[in-house]
């Protein structure tokens, strides 16, 4: 450990240190908590605030184990319920939501989002803005777009569905009168556009290797990266009142340079880091500490950690605080870390601990009200 970090640090890091230790000395991934975690990290509840339950199965002793490790880890799990062509499976996220949030609002916080599978009919969009609806009255914050609009969603005559489409405006309004968030997945990691040499990243290389459905590079016939990204930007022109959360750094993740450019342009923009650190890590450390602090204020700690099955509940559970502490690890100390991008190891941020607090918790608070 590092003794200059040391002094500096708030009570939240030092829950990090002890979470670590304890971790490291046992290494199979199950859920380890210290005694002293919730004494030591009180005043700061990190929060994730992209992370997704999708277990058809819910019973109060998953709630349970669930709320045990909020508690003792003083989390708070920002819930993102999304898949509008999924309409049964999207409802069911929903469902259990609602539950869990009226009896646990202290440390569960929801976006709901709508139904896709009747895109066309007449009804939609009322059926759309009541449901929305319904799910704020139940506490949600926010909606969630996913990227299949602009990638999926087709028309009857063949052609994609983008966010700026005209039909999509009753239903941001409505947000946006509802004083709520949108919170959207639009695009993709601009490697789904290239070819698998030239991507930046392991994980996309094996992910679309293994997933070449998911390739646009492999599908011309889907809209290009740039016009997934401007699609968007046009929303959030349009929309200047509207608070929109764009997920996975903005879909900008191959350089900092490109998210700040819309955080200048967009006041009304902040991103959120879900299964996108490691784009953070193989990029300049110096650039991305400084982009960190200078837009310190818009940026969102998330993980986009799924948890699908109530066998083995309670080790997925473990990797969410394994993971949530090995990212902390990563902003706040100087420590060397391995990745799978790098022969030599990386360094940690060092981030200073006003940045540390709105990252990991204060901005959450403040995008998404909660
Ligand atoms: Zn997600």
Request: with cysteine; net charge negative.
């Amino acid at each position: 450990m590092h003794t200059s970090k040391r002094r500096q640090t708030t009570s939240i890091i030092l829950f990090i240190i002890l979470t670590l230790s304890v971790i490291s000395s046992c290494g199979n991934g199950d859920r380890v908590a210290p005694e002293s975690s919730a004494s030591v990290q009180t005043e700061n509840a990190l929060i994730d605030s992209h992370i997704h339950l999708y277990l058809e199965e819910w019973n109060e002793a998953l709630e349970t184990s669930f709320i045990d490790m909020h508690e003792r880890d003083n989390y708070r799990w920002f819930n993102i319920c999304t898949h509008g062509l999924k309409w049964e499976w999207l409802k069911r996220q929903v469902e259990i939501s609602k539950g869990v949030y009226s009896r646990h609002p202290e440390h569960f916080s929801w976006a709901t989002s709508f139904n896709l599978e009747n895109w066309g009919d007449s009804g939609w969009e009322k059926d759309a803005i009541d449901f929305i609806g319904d799910s704020f009255d139940n506490g949600a914050v926010a909606v969630k777009i996913w990227k299949e609009v602009g990638m999926e969603l087709k028309d009857p005559d063949g052609s994609y569905v983008m966010i700026d489409d005209p039909r999509f405006t009753p239903v941001l309004d409505y947000i946006e009168e509802r004083g709520q968030v949108l919170v959207c997945h639009l695009g993709e990691p601009r490697n789904c556009w290239l070819p698998l040499e030239e991507m930046t990243v392991n994980g996309d290389r094996n992910y679309f290797k293994n997933n070449p459905q998911y390739h646009a590079y492999k599908h011309p016939e889907i809209p290009s990266y740039e016009e997934q990204i401007a699609a968007r930007d046009r929303i959030l022109e349009q929309y200047p009142k509207l608070k929109v959360v764009g997920c996975h750094l903005g879909s900008l993740e191959y350089d900092t340079d490109e998210i700040a450019k819309r955080l200048d342009a967009y006041p009304n923009f902040a991103v959120d880091m879900a299964a996108r650190i490691i784009h953070f890590k193989v990029q300049d450390r110096e650039k991305v500490r400084k982009f960190l602090i200078d837009y310190q204020d818009r940026v969102l700690y998330a993980t986009d950690i799924t948890v699908r099955s109530a066998d083995g509940f309670d080790d997925r559970l473990g990797t969410v605080s394994r993971v949530h502490s090995e990212d902390y690890r990563y902003f706040a100390t100087d420590e060397m870390i391995r990745i799978d991008e790098r022969d030599e190891p990386i360094q940690g941020l060092n981030l200073p601990d006003e940045v540390l607090k709105k990252l990991f918790t204060e901005n959450a608070v403040k995008w998404y009200g909660i």
